[in-house]
């Protein structure tokens, strides 16, 4: 059993570790998103229901670019629209706000025997029947600063940025990238690695004060305390794998999430490149990852700064790095916020032969190994079990051989 548990350790890398991979919606639709949770077709009547409350309280709705007479109310999360026979395109739009609109695609289809066929396409919504983050679990980064960092960070923020002012987190976030892309790496300066075992704030003000070699690690660091300040939901995340005698290369950056657009953006502070976007919405790590897997960065676009002054470029002209990284197999890493790493050969025991992860992981490639994970827990617990029996035999047989030279 030892020579087993041996060979599963030399080995741990083929198989044998649990990696927390979690879905696309897992990671980038959050429980408090608007998303779709349910439809129920009834006769030519589709119910939609919501995972909250419509933002609108009346929709008007276009069916294939035609405008339908009146209005659709919605019922607090429902809302029912009347379905036309075939394949038509169903466009809701708030009559009484601003919000987001709804799109959707419906087949509604007549068969011989006179029985619907309903085939649900499309919706510009995630769901139904999808997995969700837990929203609060992006949003404790503030609980791991002290006193005196939340202090600090906000008299920083209110000298050198307009974000305590902004109304919506796009203008916030406008505000922490603009005061970032001034901060550039001193090539004398002292080393990253160095300054990165540094408090947040501490590695803020030299870095303004220009006297590091900035990389990519202590932008990430920066951007994520800056926006743990203002209460923008936000994440590092880096690439990991296989973590053997090699690993892909390593790079950090941060998605912060847009409230008002329900959005998680990219921004990237090393390359001066911050929420990349087309015409329909902005883009996050999972969507550059694919993107650099099938070379589709032309067409993109990506804000950037230019002195003080915020400019719209084509994306390709900053996603070096961006293709650099992502065209391999390494698993995206998204680091819980208020959670450190923890090193030391004991944590590393502890990860291999446990489930606990402060971090998630995102791959169309990779996934767990079960069969080699139970095999694993199984070899690990039977030869603790054979242990301590022998241990408890052991004490016994000694117990019961004192016994008998008292006796004697």
């Not at 794998?241 to 998680?264: I, M, S, T």
């Amino acid at each position: 059993m030892l020579f087993i548990n041996v060979y599963i350790l030399v080995n741990r890398n083929k198989g044998f570790k649990y990696f927390p991979f979690k879905s696309y919606s897992q990671l980038y639709v959050t429980d408090s998103t608007l998303y779709l949770e349910n439809v129920q077709f009834n006769n030519d009547t589709l119910a939609l229901l919501f995972s909250l409350k419509l933002p609108a309280t009346n929709y008007r709705l276009i069916v294939d670019e035609i405008t339908n007479a009146g209005l659709i109310s919605s019922d607090n999360k429902q809302l029912h629209i009347p379905l036309l026979k075939n394949i038509h395109s169903y466009q809701l739009i708030p009559a009484d706000t601003n919000q987001l609109e709804i799109t959707l695609q419906i087949d509604h289809s007549q068969n011989t025997d006179g029985n619907f066929t309903n085939e649900f396409i499309y919706c510009n919504l995630p769901g139904p029947q999808i997995k969700v983050s837990d929203y609060n679990l992006w949003t404790r980064g503030i609980s791991s600063l002290n006193s005196n960092e939340v202090e600090n960070g906000n008299e920083l923020l209110a000298e050198n940025t307009s974000a305590f002012s902004a109304l919506t987190d796009s203008a916030r976030l406008v505000e922490v990238c603009r005061l970032i892309s001034k901060l550039r790496p001193n090539k004398n300066g002292i080393k990253a690695s160095t300054v990165s075992m540094q408090p947040a704030y501490d590695q803020l003000k030299y870095a303004m004060q220009n006297k590091i070699n900035l990389d990519c690690g202590n932008y990430s660091v920066m951007i994520h305390y800056l926006c743990n300040l203002l209460g923008l939901p936000s994440r590092v995340i880096t690439f990991s794998g296989p973590a053997g005698n090699w690993q892909y290369g390593v790079h950090y950056y941060n998605e912060v999430n847009l409230r008002e657009k329900q959005q998680w953006v990219l921004c990237d502070g090393v390359s001066n490149a911050y929420m990349p976007h087309d015409t329909i919405r902005f883009y996050n790590a999972a969507d550059v990852y694919k993107m650099a897997h099938v070379n589709s960065f032309n067409n993109k676009s990506a804000y950037t700064f230019e002195g003080n002054s915020l400019k719209e470029v084509r994306y390709d002209s900053l996603s070096y790095w961006h293709s650099y990284y992502n065209r391999n197999n390494a698993n995206l890493c998204y680091l819980h916020p208020g959670t450190g790493v923890q090193d030391g050969k004991l944590n590393y025991v502890k990860d291999f032969y446990s489930f606990d992860r402060n971090f998630d992981f995102y791959s169309d490639i990779n996934q767990n190994d079960w069969m080699k994970i139970c095999i694993k827990l199984a070899a690990f617990y039977l030869m603790l079990i054979v242990a301590l029996t022998y241990f408890v035999w052991e004490i016994n047989r000694n117990r019961k051989i004192d016994k008998n030279i008292v006796h004697r």
